[in-house]
């Protein structure tokens, strides 16, 4: 075991120290918050990288483990674990937390909370990269515990506006309703494996012995118990990683500060759930020596993918708010990495979930950007032309577009979609995720186009400009001093776009069908050597054909004539405007799950609230009467009966106590006496047995 | 009479003047001053015993006179501190004049 | 039983007589403090070297020396002492005589000869190793004590000032 | 190991034990050990008082003794005639028995303290195996008997001398002995013999004395303070501050015990020197290597010398602190520092040698030092005092 896995633990646990010491600084020590924060996160990326390193060179598990707690003959492990896996994704979430880190110096520069705001952000990295490292399934629940904790906390960070506060609400309840199938399933695999450990030298849960066990053990309807654990662990993810039909708190998380949306629920947190998908795939995956099909769990994985991919899609292409496209663009592209968990094992989803972590980041904090540049305008409506204004921002969103949208061959959204849909082409039990997909990969460069045609091209609407009313767009006066007027953001903030732009074009070369790295890497073996299998090409060929025409539409429908006013009613408003309402209100599914859960929860609070107030009171007050009436004949029978006896009695009781308190009489000395007449009986107690 | 009854014999003689003292002294400080006396008779028998037990290399007896020294200590401390507030309070130290709880 | 022993024990005893008869509490307390060493001798000749120093560093430069300051602080303005022994003291002699005459017969009366092999002191390194080891949580806790003793001791006997509230 | 010089004093004492029946060796030999620390000591102390006396004079620009002898020399042996010829006076209202005991308590006291200190190779009286121990040990004897010495004479200046000394030993006993634990981690034992021996070794021609350490350096100047508050000297010697209650604890003493007391003092002095000595700066091992063919009881007193000549230069530099910065400079500024010191050395025991090790606990120990002395400093805000004890 090399030095760097017995140190994995401080790879989160350097933020949550960070977090700690700045929770008790000042609200106006900011500097020391904000540095303390982006120190901690340096330190985690330099070890995350040595980690990788480690992994590199061993890719097999390799784990530390000690017992935390024992009850009985019980034995609670906790542990942390180093694999390709966890070496990827460390690496991962410490640079793009790094990077947000520091972005956000920037964004929040102007917030009175800055401390507040760093302090939670280092904790909820501690939790992340905790996750991440857990060797034991109770460790990752604490981290993920931790993680759902600080995404509240953002969520509501400007806790002064209702919304933010309901959604930050909303975000915690949707995701606890997950949690408890995650809950359920782990204290059944307890139960069934003794362990929670994953891996502990061949006792772990994910090793052979236990899953072999699960996998030809099965409950109700022929489920193995394998599938069954893995889909209530599922239900946990789902909640996370927000995919239908708990996918509802994600958009209104957008409430919260944009570094927040970029870090938690497009970059990482989001990633959990596929990561803790990814993470028991053995689990999922696991089937009895004769079955060869895809187990129940994958299944189900890859179709709520499906949806989940197709629904955000569709959503997408009906909203306004620069960054509720994004957030229904990430419940899509979330699908996807399910699809690819589903159909194409862990390499693939998590191919996706790197590439995808880098070109959301990167979208988002253009976003945030824009609206930071904006001053707070986020209806894209209101924006327009302001490539002429943000080169920088528009430059690196513009790559950051084009890589979601898998703009052919050079970008790495390319090819991290491409993977999937590859998988999904030659899935053994239907063909329908993939055209489900294909359609969602046409939609998504179809909207990504439609807000960059939207936010970048046009004329400027921003509220009090007309569209000419700025004369000299380029003088230095304006772009900097004019109140409204949009503006370029400071270097502390376009410098990370910068950076993960290069990513996002980058990362997609470790992953091509001509040189597989990523995916060997991640499974295991090095045979770093070129597949090709059948229909590779022709894949290659559809996905491409697919993202140029939507890109092709949007600019047909957005790009060819200028969007003039910020009034005029959308293209696809115009042509089916009951189509656009029903997407922009995200199928009603906010509005059904109002009418149903929570009028039905509101029911039953009335129904126990008349319950309460009629019949329980009734029965209470019923009680209290008879008991009135019994203590009123008690009395009779007190004052003439037994009063009488009583008072001879506490006559006795009350010399007796005047006898007792005699001997406290308050002097010190008398109690020590009778200590040391106490001693003398009991030596001589003790005396007189050893005598006998 | 062997040597460990000798040490036994003085330790429970001091033990028995320092619990006289105790008992019949008024000055509150002198009473604790015997309690603390009992405390060093018990230190005694520790140490006795650990000398004449069955093998030095246990030292229970030892350590445990340390922390009775120690715990005797932070008693004197507090105890002295407690009596130099109540004699702050009633202008006494006299045990026989100090037995009311009232203020 | 040796000469040194006798001569200490008889040393502790009158000291200790002394401490608890005398008039002055002055002179108790410094009479007290020869038992102290007398103890203290006794330890270093029974071979525990180490807690025979600790007790004189307590008992003689801090618990008597406390005594002292509480003595001197509790000095009553009305003069002299009311008397030096309880109108009860003959109870607690009689008492404290019962004790040691239960006690006596118990030593007396039980076989208990002790080994006396070849005594090895102990050394300062066992005693520290073992505090670190075997005693390591008392050692804690008697730490807490003390801090908490000390604090307290100063939050007792502090003078509230009275004009503030 | 045998080198004649060095040993010189270790074969005479056994050849005179030739000359005694076997019978009585054991107490012969006891005997033969102590007597010459009781002639030695003391003469040391008669020619302190002459160097201080001179030395002081220096520094104040006069001449200071020079009637007596040639340049002087025979000032304390014509003081010695006179406190043993003056009349004994005792106070009527002492009480007188305690009023005796005092300052034979107190030389007694310093003389015991001697006992555990190695003066040259094979010089320790006895090797006791908690020897730091039984020095802290003695010296809190020494706290009881000025008490007994400041109550006994029943007069106010005397007792209040008595209590300011016993506070300011108290107080400044708590860094003496926590100075000195870095030491004994360091050495990991508690006997003084075998921490001179530890630090008797030499790395090229530089001895391994613990004050060449960060942590043994700050040890030795917090011990060195501590050692003039506990010895009561100037500029911690307010208990017999004379311009405010003229000598203190033993105004009512004449004579032969005034000069005991003195004596007492001295002794006392000597010995936490020597103390110092032995934890910090290598006891009687010679300061290079090449020097070791100088006898190490000479190097031995060398060193007590030296140390002698700074208390008496400091005696002469710093003006009398007053009592709250006496206690405020010893709870909030030596007290965390000797703490603090204790975790550095720790961290130096745990560390890889090397001059890093040597520069971050060097730098550890800077940055709370300075720290402190600026919280000290801001401290000294010009108000009314208010006395909460004293009545």
């Known amino acids: 075991m090399t030095w760097i896995v017995r140190y994995v633990c401080l790879i989160p646990a350097l933020p949550m120290l960070a977090a700690?010491?700045?929770?008790?600084?000042?609200?106006?020590?900011?500097?020391?918050?904000?540095?303390?924060?982006?120190?901690?996160?340096?330190a985690s990326f330099a070890l995350a990288l040595c980690a990788f390193a480690a992994a590199l060179s061993n890719p097999s598990p390799q784990v530390f483990n000690f017992s935390w707690l024992q009850f009985g003959d019980q034995t609670l492990a906790l542990g942390w674990?180093?694999?390709?896996?966890?070496?990827?994704?460390?690496?991962?979430?410490?640079f793009v937390g790094l990077l947000i880190f520091i972005y956000s110096t920037g964004y929040m520069e102007h917030d009175e909370n800055f401390t507040r705001f760093f302090c939670f952000l280092a904790l909820f990295a501690g939790g992340m990269l905790g996750v991440i490292i857990a060797n034991s399934l109770l460790l990752l629940f604490m981290c993920w515990e931790i993680v759902g904790l600080t995404s509240y906390l953002l969520i509501g960070f400007w806790y002064q506006n209702p919304r933010a506060a309901a959604a930050a609400k909303k975000a915690f309840i949707t995701t606890r309703i997950g949690d408890l199938g995650f809950l359920i399933g782990m204290v059944w695999l307890y139960a069934q494996a003794h362990t929670l450990l994953f891996y502990d030298s061949g006792r772990g849960a994910l090793e052979s012995g236990a899953v072999s066990h699960l996998a030809v053990t099965t409950t109700i309807y022929g489920l193995t118990l394998s599938s069954a654990i893995g889909l209530l662990i599922f239900c946990g993810a789902m909640g996370k990683s927000g995919q239908v039909p708990l996918h509802v708190w994600l958009p209104d998380a957008m409430e919260g500060p944009t570094p927040v949306s970029a870090l938690i629920h497009a970059a990482t947190m989001v990633a959990a759930g596929v990561f803790l998908i990814a993470r028991i795939y053995p689990l999922m995956s696991a089937h009895g020596v004769e079955v060869v099909t895809p187990t129940i769990a994958l299944q189900v994985v890859t179709w709520v993918g499906a949806i989940t991919a197709l629904f955000g899609a569709t959503v997408a292409v009906a909203q306004w708010d620069i960054k509720r496209i994004l957030a229904y663009s990430t419940v899509s592209q979330l699908g996807y990495m399910m699809i690819g968990l589903g159909v194409g094992g862990p390499a693939v989803g998590m191919f996706h979930l790197i590439t995808h972590a880098f070109f959301k980041a990167l979208l988002f904090l253009g976003a945030g950007s824009v609206i930071h540049g904006c001053s707070g305008e986020?209806?894209?409506?209101?924006?327009?032309?302001?490539?002429?204004?943000?080169?920088?921002?528009?430059?690196?969103?513009?790559?950051?577009?084009?890589?979601?949208?898998?703009?052919?061959?050079?970008?790495?959204?390319?090819?991290?979609?491409?993977?999937?849909?590859?998988?999904?082409?030659?899935?053994?039990?239907?063909?329908?995720?993939?055209?489900?997909?294909?359609?969602?990969?046409?939609?998504?460069?179809?909207?990504?186009?439609?807000?960059?045609?939207?936010?970048?091209?046009?004329?400027?609407?921003?509220?009090?400009?007309?569209?000419?009313?700025?004369?000299?767009p380029d003088s230095e006066d304006t772009r900097h001093h004019g109140a409204g007027h949009p503006h370029e953001s400071p270097a502390v903030m376009t410098a990370p776009l910068a950076i993960l732009a290069f990513f996002a074009f980058a990362l997609g070369f470790l992953g091509t069908p001509l040189w597989p790295w990523f995916q060997s890497f991640l499974n295991g073996d090095h045979s770093v050597a070129a597949e090709h299998e059948p229909g590779l090409v022709a894949t290659m060929a559809a996905s491409s054909v697919i993202a140029l025409l939507g890109i092709f539409l949007g600019?047909?429908?957005?790009?060819?004539?200028?969007?003039?006013?910020?009034?005029?009613?959308?293209?696809?408003?115009?042509?089916?405007?009951?189509?656009?309402?029903?997407?922009h209100q995200a199928y009603f599914i906010d509005a059904i799950y109002d009418a149903t859960f929570v009028r039905l929860t509101r029911w039953t609070a009335k129904?126990?609230?008349?319950?309460?107030?009629?019949?329980?009171?009734?029965?209470?007050?019923?009680?209290?009467?008879?008991?009135?009436?019994?203590?009123?004949?008690?009395?009779?029978?007190?004052?003439?009966?037994?009063?009488?006896?009583?008072?001879?009695?506490?006559?006795?009781?009350?010399?007796?106590?005047?006898?007792m308190a005699a001997l406290q009489g308050g002097r010190v000395q008398a109690y020590l006496r009778y200590i040391g007449l106490a001693l003398v009986a009991l030596v001589l107690y003790l005396l007189w047995g050893v005598a006998r | 009479m062997t040597g460990l009854q000798a040490y036994l014999l003085l330790s429970s003689l001091l033990f028995a003047i320092g619990l006289a003292g105790a008992l019949t002294r008024r000055n509150a400080i002198l009473v604790l001053i015997g309690i603390e006396l009992m405390l060093n008779a018990a230190n005694i028998n520790?140490?006795?015993?650990?000398?004449?037990?069955?093998?030095?290399?246990?030292?229970?007896?030892?350590?445990?006179?340390?922390?009775?020294?120690?715990?005797?200590?932070?008693?004197?401390?507090?105890?002295?501190?407690?009596?130099?507030?109540?004699?702050?309070?009633?202008?006494?130290?006299?045990?026989?004049?100090?037995?009311?709880l009232k203020g | 039983m040796s000469i040194s022993f006798l001569i200490i024990a008889v040393l502790i005893v009158g000291s200790t007589a002394a401490a608890m008869g005398l008039r002055n509490p002055i002179h108790c307390v410094l009479t007290l403090s020869i038992t102290f060493g007398g103890i203290a001798a006794l330890f270093l000749q029974l071979g525990a070297e180490f807690v025979g120093l600790t007790q004189i560093m307590v008992y003689v430069g801090a618990v008597a020396i406390l005594a002292v300051f509480a003595i001197m602080m509790t000095q009553s303005r009305r003069g002299l002492m009311l008397g030096t022994f309880s109108r009860n003291a003959l109870v607690g002699l009689l008492t404290a005589v019962a004790v040691f005459s239960v006690l006596g017969w118990a030593v007396l009366s039980q076989p208990v000869a002790g080994v006396t092999a070849a005594v090895s002191p102990v050394s300062v390194q066992q005693i520290g190793s073992s505090l670190m080891h075997e005693y390591v949580l008392p050692l804690e806790l008697i730490g807490l004590l003390l801090t908490a003793a000390l604090i307290g001791a100063i939050v007792i006997a502090m003078e509230r000032k009275e004009d503030t509230e | 190991m045998t080198q004649t010089p060095d040993q010189v004093f270790v074969i005479l004492k056994h050849w005179l034990l030739g000359y005694v029946p076997t019978s009585v060796h054991a107490i012969a030999s006891a005997v033969l050990s102590i007597l010459p620390l009781m002639v030695v000591f003391p003469l040391l102390?008669?020619?302190?008082?002459?160097?201080?006396?001179?030395?002081?004079?220096?520094?104040?620009?006069?001449?200071?003794?020079?009637?007596?002898?040639?340049?002087?020399?025979?000032?304390?042996?014509?003081?010695?005639?006179?406190?043993?010829?003056?009349?004994?006076?005792?106070?009527?209202?002492?009480?007188?028995?305690?009023?005796?005991?005092?300052?034979?308590?107190?030389?007694?006291?310093?003389?015991?303290?001697?006992?555990?200190?190695?003066?040259?190779?094979?010089?320790?009286?006895?090797?006791?195996?908690?020897?730091?121990?039984?020095?802290?040990?003695?010296?809190?004897?020494?706290?009881?008997?000025v008490f007994m010495a400041g109550w006994s004479s029943r007069s106010k200046y005397s007792m209040l001398g008595a209590m300011r000394a016993i506070a300011q030993m108290i107080s400044y006993e708590v860094p003496l002995v926590l100075a000195s634990v870095v030491v004994i981690m360091q050495a990991g034992s508690l006997s003084t013999v075998d921490i001179v021996e530890r630090q008797a070794t030499y790395t090229g021609i530089f001895p391994h004395w613990y004050v060449f350490t960060p942590w043994g350096f700050l040890g030795f100047i917090l011990f060195m303070i501590a050692a003039t508050a506990e010895s009561n000297r100037s500029p911690f010697d307010l208990p017999e501050g004379e311009s405010e209650i003229i000598a203190g604890y033993y105004i009512e003493y004449s004579g032969f015990k005034f000069a005991?007391?003195?004596?007492?003092?001295?002794?006392?002095?000597?010995?936490?020197?020597?103390?110092?000595?032995?934890?910090?700066?290598?006891?009687?091992?010679?300061?290079?290597?090449?020097?070791?063919?100088?006898?190490?009881?000479?190097?031995?007193?060398?060193?007590?010398?030296?140390?002698?000549?700074?208390?008496?230069w400091v005696r002469g530099t710093l003006p009398r602190l007053r009592m709250d910065q006496l206690m405020n400079f010893a709870w909030e500024f030596i007290l965390p520092m000797a703490l603090f010191n204790m975790v550095i050395a720790g961290l130096w025991r745990f560390m890889n040698p090397g001059a890093v090790r040597w520069f971050v606990c060097a730098f550890l120990i800077l940055v709370p030092m300075f720290v402190l002395s600026a919280l000290l400093k801001r401290k000294k805000k010009l108000q009314l005092r208010t006395y909460s004890f004293a009545e």
């Open chain 4, 260 to 312: 005991l007391f003195f004596l007492g003092e001295y002794l006392g002095m000597f010995a936490t020197s020597g103390i110092a000595i032995t934890l910090f700066l290598g006891g009687w091992s010679a300061p290079l290597s090449v020097l070791t063919f100088i006898p190490s009881w000479a190097w031995f007193f060398l060193k007590l010398l030296t140390l002698i000549c700074m208390f008496i």
């Open chain 1, 20 to 42: 700690g010491i700045s929770a008790l600084l000042p609200q106006r020590s900011r500097k020391p918050a904000a540095g303390l924060a982006i120190v901690s996160m340096a």
């Open chain 4, 45 to 145: 102390f008669a020619i302190t008082t002459l160097l201080e006396r001179k030395g002081l004079g220096r520094i104040q620009n006069r001449l200071g003794p020079n009637r007596t002898g040639p340049m002087g020399l025979w000032q304390p042996l014509a003081d010695g005639i006179k406190s043993l010829t003056k009349e004994d006076i005792v106070p009527f209202t002492a009480d007188h028995i305690v009023h005796f005991l005092a300052p034979v308590l107190l030389v007694v006291a310093a003389f015991l303290a001697y006992a555990v200190l190695p003066v040259g190779r094979n010089m320790a009286l006895v090797n006791l195996n908690a020897g730091v121990l039984f020095f802290f040990a003695v010296g809190s004897v020494v706290e009881l008997a």
């Open chain 2, 46 to 100: 520790f140490i006795a015993f650990w000398h004449y037990g069955p093998a030095t290399t246990y030292i229970t007896g030892v350590m445990f006179a340390i922390f009775s020294i120690s715990v005797a200590a932070a008693e004197a401390a507090v105890g002295l501190a407690i009596i130099v507030a109540a004699y702050r309070h009633s202008h006494t130290i006299d045990l026989d004049s100090m037995n009311s």
């Open chain 1, 607 to 659: 129904l126990a609230d008349l319950l309460d107030r009629f019949l329980f009171h009734g029965i209470v007050q019923a009680i209290s009467f008879g008991v009135l009436g019994l203590a009123w004949v008690d009395s009779f029978v007190d004052n003439y009966v037994v009063n009488f006896g009583f008072d001879s009695s506490w006559r006795s009781i009350s010399m007796g106590g005047r006898a």
């Open chain 1, 378 to 472: 986020q209806d894209i409506r209101r924006m327009g032309g302001l490539r002429k204004y943000m080169p920088l921002t528009f430059l690196t969103y513009g790559i950051g577009m084009l890589a979601l949208s898998g703009f052919p061959l050079v970008v790495s959204g390319f090819w991290s979609k491409d993977a999937i849909l590859y998988s999904a082409h030659h899935w053994s039990v239907s063909q329908l995720p993939f055209y489900m997909a294909s359609l969602g990969a046409l939609l998504t460069a179809f909207y990504m186009t439609r807000q960059v045609c939207y936010v970048f091209f046009g004329t400027l609407r921003l509220p009090g400009h007309g569209p000419v009313s700025h004369s000299e």
């Open chain 1, 81 to 94: 674990l180093l694999d390709p896996l966890t070496a990827v994704m460390l690496v991962m979430v410490t």
């Open chain 1, 555 to 583: 600019w047909l429908l957005y790009g060819r004539q200028s969007i003039a006013t910020c009034e005029a009613p959308d293209v696809l408003e115009r042509a089916q405007p009951q189509t656009f309402r029903v997407l």
